[in-house]
């Protein structure tokens, strides 16, 4: 899988499927994998933080859809990265602007989430 593949999967697995174990495995095996969303509380720094994180989300009953305007996913040898900007929906509310970006690594023939980083800019 490469990287577009796996932001698309987890992003499937967590929002749709509402699967966080699964959407766990997505994630790279380090001690500080990051996920920080666009709300305050949405912090966590190593695996059970984000495996809590991702159980929040998935349990959410918010609604959350993604439209990318531009995508660009860049890779160098084994670490890779995505930076997106469109717009988030909740609930089916009217498009909020988004900014993401996510750094990949690659290990043993697949590519995991180290860090995730999202925001709702001004």
Not at 31 to 59: F, I, N, Q, Y
Not at 79 to 108: C, E, H, K, Q
């Amino acid at each position: 899988m490469i990287p577009e593949q796996t932001f698309a999967a987890f992003l499937a697995t967590v929002l749709e499927e509402r699967n966080a174990e699964a959407a766990l495995d997505f994630w790279a095996g380090d001690a500080d994998v990051t996920m920080w969303g666009s709300d305050l509380p949405e912090r966590a720094v190593g695996r059970e933080a984000v495996r809590d994180l991702l159980e929040k989300l998935a349990a959410s009953r918010s609604r959350l859809g993604f439209r990318w305007d531009e995508r660009r996913f860049h890779t160098v040898g084994d670490i890779a990265w995505l930076n997106a900007a469109g717009s988030v929906t909740v609930n089916g509310s009217a498009p909020m602007p988004y900014r993401l970006t996510v750094v990949f690594t690659y290990a043993d023939g697949t590519w995991k989430i180290h860090t995730f980083n999202g925001s709702v800019p001004d």
